[in-house]
Nanobody
Framework: QVQLVESGGGLVQPGGSLRLSCAASGSIFRFNAAMGWYRQAPGKQRELVAGMRRVSLNRYETRYADSVKGRFTISRDDAKNTVYLQMNSLTPEDTAVYHC????????WGQGTQVTVSS
């Protein structure tokens, strides 16, 4: 069974940056699974903010929610079974618990990592 462990969250001021990491155990990355970052803010549904899938040996395709385009960048290191989310120009609206999962999500959710953007 694949386990997902997210890290890197914290409290940051508006305009700041954070880099989230998600380490996956098991064999999910061996099958070049599409991976994504999701977030859930209080009182809101969980949403996909960034996804990444392999389309050929050396090429990946990414997609982003409109609200984060140009600010967030998803990347992955298949050798380390890790997916990252670089978040720049953070705003209070980015405050949420961030999770990684496959895209679409079918793995057991990890505990997530809290991101709080506040002055």
């Amino acid at each position: 069974q694949v386990q997902l462990v997210e890290s890197g969250g914290g409290l940051v001021q508006p305009g700041g940056s954070l880099r989230l990491s998600c380490a996956a155990s098991g064999s999910i990355f061996r099958f070049n699974a599409a991976m994504g970052w999701y977030r859930q803010a209080p009182g809101k549904q969980r949403e996909l903010v960034a996804g990444m899938r392999r389309v050929s040996l050396n090429r990946y395709e990414t997609r982003y929610a409109d609200s984060v385009k140009g600010r967030f960048t998803i990347s992955r290191d298949d050798a380390k079974n890790t997916v990252y989310l670089q978040m720049n120009s953070l705003t209070p609206e980015d405050t949420a618990v961030y999770h990684c999962n496959s895209d679409p999500a079918y793995l057991t959710w990890g505990q997530g990592t809290q991101v709080t953007v506040s002055s």
